[in-house]
């Protein structure tokens, strides 16, 4: 798509949220990581079809499983399996491309958990849609998927998560799209291809589930990039972070010195008009800001 190739993107002179993803002391970044995972996990099928058939047993999503069954791992589990090299090839792909972009907004933590998260509401959408079709029985053209024990399976979902949060974080910066071959803005790149799904869901798509779930997981993406409070106890299994922590000075400046009243003009401009509008003394505002957002 071509965003790594352009001058903003380069060195430590990017906007905060466009530089490369440093990984947060990791020796790789999320981005790969995932990645990598989920290209393990499909060579299981052509080297061990035994060990990828028990995966897909024990992992996919349908409502058979996860919720008659009761068991809610495959909320998590389905998003690391995919139906052929086609389908993981695309939604790599997009990871690779635009997951480092959010990375280095959120950091490695906690873009993981916006990852996943938007994963999980790609199934609850999924859920939605055969709960409707297959036990209510609405008719409508998208809601025919009524057998509760259609998989769901893919990376799709967190995907389009991460696309809808690079049209928050860099609304104006072009895409080269492969096909059709012409450049347009991540906005209209993200929100097109949200268009797309729900149009492919309503005319009664073959792939109902999968567009159900591309629709959560980008409505996911549209919330969490904007709230990402809201991802801080993800991995809050073993602990309880909201427990009082040994008190910590108190910090009114943010940002390089910068006021949070000042960081949050920063913010709704960015919002309003993307990172290429902001001036350099700016810039070096909310780079400040993000790194004391990481570090607390």
Known sequence: MGLQDR?????DNAPPGLRPARGGGLPFSMSTLLIAINVIIELFRYVAFSVWQAMFDWGHFSTTKAIFGVEFWRFLTFQFLHA???HLAFNMLGIWFLGRLVEDQLGPKKYLAFYLVCGIFGGLMYLLLNFLGGVIGISLPGLLMNDPATPLIGA??????VVMACAYIAPNAVVQLIFPPIPMKMKTFAYGFVALALVMLLIGSTNA???AAHLGGAIAGFYFIRNTHHLIDFFDVLGDSRKPKSPKPPRHKRGGGASQQEVDRVLEKVSASGLGSLTSQEREILRHATKQQRRG
């Open 209 to 211: 589930g999968g567009e």
């Open 7 to 11: 001058g903003y993107m380069q060195g």
């Open 156 to 161: 799709s979902a967190g995907v389009f998560g």
């Open 84 to 86: 052929n090299l086609v």
